[in-house]
T-cell receptor, first 113, second 114 residues
Framework: DAKTTQPNSMESNEEEPVHLPCNHSTISGTDYIHWYRQLPSQGPEYVIHGLTSNVNNRMASLAIAEDRKSSTLILHRATLRDAAVYYCILRDVVMGSARQLTFGSGTQLTVLP | NAGVTQTPKFQVLKTGQSMTLQCAQDMNHNSMYWYRQDPGMGLRLIYYSASEGTTDKGEVPNGYNVSRLNKREFSLRLESAAPSQTSVYFC?????????????FGPGTRLTVT
């Protein structure tokens, strides 16, 4: 699997937008970009995924660079509950086949009140 | 829906003891997974089951066995526990019909081996 690079930690103020970057310069054409987050003492939680186009859902937005070598997870209005470790994961998904997720060390997001 | 449930939540074992971690999902998912997470690190895959009746090794399978009992349940067994297996264990599941894009995780089992 291609490797991702994320900052170890970031801080944000409550109710402000947060942009979490991820570099993946060796991404292949069939790699999907997934984001998961892990709140303290909980299992990881799916946030969003995309291939080439920007994606939005109720939790966040995913902005993917045109060359796909980087992406940004956007939390539009951070709350204290968003404090977590955020993982950017590349995964070559073949329909009908289970594939493991390869977790790196992620970005620890701290939200300040 | 309870989602993915795991038992027990906590366990302390002595070196050489055996135990089975239980996992069940009520989402009718085809695939199930076992991961471990060591302090300050990301998760690593131990075993997975793409569908009922099949299991495959992941990144760190040594010292573990698994059983896909039925579509709902996937258990992880430590035959002879070692201190290096002290970790938090997470079970997850995903659905073929949604392309396995989302994995749903349980709350974890915290295992300490002394």
């Amino acid at each position: 699997d291609a490797k991702t690079t994320q900052p170890n930690s970031m801080e944000s103020n409550e109710e402000e937008p947060v942009h979490l970057p991820c570099n993946h310069s060796t991404i292949s054409g069939t790699d999907y970009i997934h984001w998961y987050r892990q709140l303290p003492s909980q299992g990881p939680e799916y946030v969003i995924h995309g291939l080439t186009s920007n994606v939005n859902n109720r939790m966040a937005s995913l902005a993917i660079a045109e060359d796909r070598k980087s992406s940004t997870l956007i939390l539009h209005r951070a709350t204290l509950r968003d404090a977590a470790v955020y993982y950017c994961i590349l995964r070559d998904v073949v329909m009908g086949s289970a594939r493991q997720l390869t977790f790196g060390s992620g970005t620890q997001l701290t939200v300040l009140p | 829906n309870a989602g993915v449930t795991q038992t027990p939540k906590f366990q302390v074992l002595k070196t050489g003891q055996s135990m089975t971690l239980q996992c069940a999902q009520d989402m009718n998912h085809n695939s199930m997974y076992w991961y471990r997470q060591d302090p300050g690190m990301g998760l690593r895959l131990i075993y997975y089951s793409a569908s009922e009746g099949t299991t495959d090794k992941g990144e760190v399978p040594n010292g573990y066995n698994v059983s896909r009992l039925n579509k709902r349940e996937f258990s992880l067994r430590l035959e002879s526990a070692a201190p290096s297996q002290t970790s938090v264990y997470f079970c997850a599941s995903s659905s073929r019909t949604s392309g396995h894009y989302e994995q749903y995780f349980g709350p974890g089992t915290r295992l300490t081996v002394t």
